[in-house]
């Protein structure tokens, strides 16, 4: 008898396999006898023992019958066992997408016109937002606690909401640094701000429901709402954060996405009237606002504001933090404080989503919090991410003064260089010929749903040495005068 | 000037706080001037420089107006500065609860009427299904890998469909102990065999559409199917496992959940006849199979029988695995083997829900995995289940022989005790007792959708030590005796 064995694993489950593909395909008849243990190793080359725990997995699983060593014979098993060319595994490439349901042909559709990430990853100077900034006295202390929190976490399935522990010490997090008076019981940890939204469209949304964003924003939130069939409706957004005027007023909307300490990404800090604003605007259409207050910790001219939560008082804003940033993104751990009229909602949807956050690692960052470890590690990014900044202000103005309108808040990870001159095909040029030269550069188009009047960049710099932002800075100013 | 500070935080963080409320409460008037700062700190009894801070801190936020030290003025900042109470925070019990979406609506009635996990914790035993495993040298060796993947795993955003080298392990694990031949690109990381039962349900399912069931079935997968708003139709399960000659012919099912390696919770290993009906059904009706291979590992009198994927010659299973039960819930990892017709939708899917698993704790998994101390660890597990599996009948047949007849297949990690002459009234009767007694007893008829004939228990006995199985099966016998 011939057979192929596949390679992968022992080799007794590579016999098993090809000899149940033999049956199943009809190479080897229902009821017929299978050769004898010793003929079929000198076929195959295999040890005795080798076909015979093929042979007693085989009977174990239904497919032969008699006893294995005297003598063993294929079981009829069923319409299948039809001779059919069995193929080793389902074709890969080019395999029929199969139908899904509306939220999952959207989906899928999203995923298939996302902006790659971490394009320009190989590139010596990359000006992406997003990447971690890098900490070696937070890298110890992480590995410490977490090799703590491993000896020391339970092992059973995790509270849905999240480890009191660490609701408690968020609590107090916001309330020194944010103005926010939450209790433990409104706090719910999440797999990171993404899952946040998520939660909430699912919680709040039917398809056809109208959602406002910030026009520009980040593309992950509006990713989230395309994926539940809502109406999308951008709202503009000026020097002081979003344009409460141009809120819709006829119709109901059910959910307002913001970015009040630092609008993502044109950088403005959303003016106290404006919150007011916002707010009233939210008590009396009834619509939820979500506070996305993604890096609202990097200010750098003053004091952190409180976040638009601390104005909150009816009860209509859902504060959504995340560690990604101030931490680093493959933690994927965040924080939503909820509305008391929301809370048993969302906690039954994280419990029902995925039944809880690991509880190592919210050990872990509990402890982190605790011992103060977190705050040196706030206050040391926030001194290097006020110097990278000003550094990279500083070599924007050298290299491509006349060239750029600088969008900036002192405060965040990024600044906005919005291009005076060029049109925006020649900005595709720029980012091309920087490409060339060893510099990432990412256009602020993306970002927008009604593309912006001019050009602009977003120019990102937690992760890059001063001497790399000059550099980079030098590069561009070269390549804007070429073009 | 009164002020009642609400002791969180540093002073002069509750004084901003304060100051504000009065200013939001009205109680402060726009235009009006706000108290020297020495004044204030006398009036307080606090410091010049927490009022100062305060102060400043108002200024920046646009609170006020005018240079701090010398003359500050309260600004006008619109509609909701009027003269109404200000709650200290919003009202938590008996919060009115806010309308959701459908599905929204849904998902809190199924938190509200969720069976309460680990009920029975604190008795001196407790038979409750799903208890971690303890393993002293699984937990040093885990605590060793995930220090060491602390040190050197990527902190930027993780790959959405897992860890390369984590897959990887699972598809080297797979071919040699579940008969399944999968390639590192149709594995996706999810978190935990909840989240996969989700984003299938997302993915795959409109409302109204049906899904069938095995009954009896884990509660988890229901609620979210019910949470999708699917029609779910229950199909019967004898002791080869789901009964195919039931399976609905007419219309369309779109999904159908199953555990063919050892039926959940009945213990009924599916025949292999079984398995081609069912596969065969699924090819002709054009329907998904979710083989959900909870605890397919731990087979004691024989070599684990191959999943039912392996048989899968028209792409139409999903495979979940879960290392919930071979290591340790709170971990929260999991894995979905899929047909190459869903694969894009699915890694879409986790990218949009949530960006993809934490990737220290998928470094420190890969690691244990090629370390060889994960198979170490299933082989230690299997032993001493197979012990403690056979301790619990001997104990059972002994105290309780007469009144149970046992559903038990030599594998997994409970067994069932279908209680022969209690009506279900008395069956409550009997759980009420023994926990008098420090029993903890798991009825099985919430694992159904129509009520079970005959009142039955669920019996885990993962991480009972033999003398606990013993003491726990007396006190049974004792407690049915009463009754």
Known sequence: MYLELDGQGPRYAQLTRGLKQAILGGRINAHSRLPATRVLARDLDLSRNTVLAAYEQLAAEGFIEGRVGSGCYVAAIGAMQAPQP?????????????????????????????????????????????????NPQLASAWRRELAHAAAHAQTDYPDPQGLLALRRQICDYLARRRGILAAPEDVLIVSGAQQAFTLAAELLLDEGDRVVLEDPHYQGERQIM???????????????????????????????????????????????????????????????????????????????????????????????GTFSKVLFPSLRLGYIVLPPGLRDAFIGAKWLTDRGCPAIEQAALAKLMADGAFERHLRAAAKSLKARRATL????????????????????????????????????????????????????????????????????FADLPAADLQAAMRILGECLREI
């Open 86 to 134: 069995v193929a080793k595994a389902p074709a890969r490439s080019g395999a029929a997408r199969a139908p899904l349901s509306r939220r999952g042909e959207r989906i899928r559709e999203l995923w298939d016109r996302r902006i790659p990430g971490r394009e320009h990853i190989g590139l010596r100077y990359n000006l992406q937002y997003g990447m971690p900034m890098t």
């Open 226 to 320: 395309q994926a539940s069939g809502a109406e999308i409706v951008g709202c503009r957004v000026d020097e002081n954060g979003i344009v409460t005027t141009d809120l819709p007023t006829q119709g109901r909307t059910k959910l307002a996405l913001v970015t009040p300490s630092h609008q993502f990404p044109s950088g403005a800090v959303m003016s106290l009237a404006r919150r007011m604003e916002l707010l009233a605007w939210a008590a009396s259409s009834g619509c939820w606002i979500i506070e996305d207050d993604y890096d609202g910790e990097f200010r750098y001219d003053a004091r952190p504001l409180a976040a638009l939560k601390s104005l909150d008082r009816d009860g209509r804003v859902l504060y959504f």
């Open 393 to 460: 202000l500083a070599a924007l103005r050298k290299h491509a003064g006349g060239e750029v309108e600088v969008g900036d808040s002192s405060a965040g990870m990024h600044v906005v260089a919005w291009l005076t001159r060029l049109k925006l095909a020649q900005a595709r040029q720029l980012v091309a010929r920087a490409k060339e030269r060893g510099l990432g550069l990412y256009p602020i188009s993306p970002y927008f749903l009604k593309a912006p009047a001019r050009p602009g960049l977003l120019l990102g």
